[in-house]
């Protein structure tokens, strides 16, 4: 066997194959009897599929041995869908989808993180860049610092909106389109859901004669995937589309003007951006450990982990829209938003501190400690 494995390996460039595979007689009861031998680095999947395979057919050879008949074993082998239902305040049922609400989660949560790094640091670049360019010193006479500053974040959190909005709207568009043009059996009947209608209704025993013909195989079939892309739009059209976008313009603006005003104290504070990032480790710590605990709420969304986050201000915005999809108690929403909102306030009025002296500032290193003196500063 060696001097076979050889000699192919010596004219293996010419046979173009991807690899050898060798399977010694003491597969079934000895580790590491398969080799594969190749001149590439076989990826994972490669060598997942092979060893799958390999032992269905042990497993399969073993049970024939011992006088049990797959089939059985298939038979036994059971497929259950749960279909969640969810009572509401008023009594009532709905269909419900855990898979649907932990995606909408998920990217409204990412989403929420992604818009307040990109535009908060916008901000920080905007500010340091007419810091430098000392157009601020121009504006400074006309305004004062604090409506300068609220006046740039408030315009980019206004064009961060309006991107929201564009993204709605094309994607209610073209999921309305998408469900007509390809899945128009969805909202008028077609021929082979009336064939179906008729065979449901036929005696036991002619469906089972029915069930021998590839016709009926194929309406079955179809039904199938049918079912499953009306469950999906079923349950997209269960979601609270108003909740969503209420909730999300909220927290995206609420975390975006605690964030934003904080990105704007930093660049006021700086002369370039490479001297900003002595600054942004106390920002990034918070929305970076709201991401790790957007996963937590992902699984356990009603956890006294994901609780907590989605209440403390600083990452509430994302954790909070991981676990409304889910279901979330009004007076826990409620304390979220009214906590987000104080605290943003303080933020801006920290920021602007910091902002009215540090706008003027040039050629000196800002240090934490220079900072607080600048927050003492009397008016």
Do not use: C
């Not at 818009?115 to 500010?127: L, N, P």
């Not at 340091?128 to 006046?151: A, C, D, H, W, Y």
């Not at 993204?167 to 082979?192: D, M, R």
């Amino acid at each position: 066997e060696n001097t076979e494995v050889e000699e192919f390996r010596q004219n293996f460039e010419e046979t173009e194959y991807y690899a050898l595979l060798q399977i010694t007689h003491l597969v079934a009861n000895t580790k590491n009897s398969v080799l594969l031998y190749s001149d590439k680095q076989p990826s994972f999947s490669v060598k997942n599929h092979i060893s799958n395979a390999i032992e269905k057919e042990i497993e399969g050879r073993k049970l024939k041995s011992a006088g049990i008949d797959q089939d059985i074993l298939k038979s036994v082998k059971t497929d259950i869908s749960i279909q969640t239902i969810q009572w509401t305040e008023s009594g009532e049922a709905k269909k419900s989808s855990t898979e649907l609400a932990m995606i909408v989660g998920y990217i409204s949560g990412f989403l929420i993180y992604f818009f307040i790094f990109m535009f908060g640091s916008q901000v920080m670049r905007g500010v340091i860049e007419e810091k430098t360019n000392r157009i601020i010193e121009i504006v400074i006479s006309s305004v004062k610092p604090f409506q300068l500053m609220m006046g740039k974040i408030i315009g980019i959190g206004l064009v961060g909106l309006t991107q929201f909005g564009l993204w709605v709207i094309l994607t209610i568009a073209l999921i309305t389109v998408g469900k007509n043009a390809f899945f128009p059996e969805l909202t008028t009947p077609s021929g082979e859901q009336v064939v179906a209608q008729d065979f449901m209704e036929k005696a036991p025993n002619q469906q089972a004669e029915l069930m021998q013909t590839s016709q009926t195989k194929d309406i079955s079939s179809s039904l199938t995937e049918n079912a499953k892309v009306k469950q999906i739009f079923s349950a997209l059209e269960d979601i609270n589309v108003g909740l969503m976008i209420g909730s999300f313009i909220f927290f995206f603006l609420g975390g975006y003007l605690l964030y934003g005003s904080l990105f704007a104290a930093i660049g006021s504070a700086v002369d370039n951006e490479t001297d900003t990032q002595q600054f942004m480790l106390p920002i990034t710590i918070p929305l970076i450990l709201a991401i790790i605990v957007m996963v937590n709420a992902i699984n356990s969304p009603e956890g006294p982990l994901a609780f907590w986050f989605s209440i403390i201000p600083f990452t509430s915005p994302i954790v909070m829209m991981v676990r409304i999809p889910f279901g979330v108690q009004v007076w826990q929403v409620v304390l979220s938003m009214a906590l987000l909102v104080m605290t943003f306030i303080g933020t801006t009025w920290l920021s602007g501190k910091i902002y009215r002296t540090g706008i003027l500032m040039y050629g000196k290193k800002v240090n934490y400690k220079e900072l607080w003196k600048w927050i003492r500063y009397r008016n």
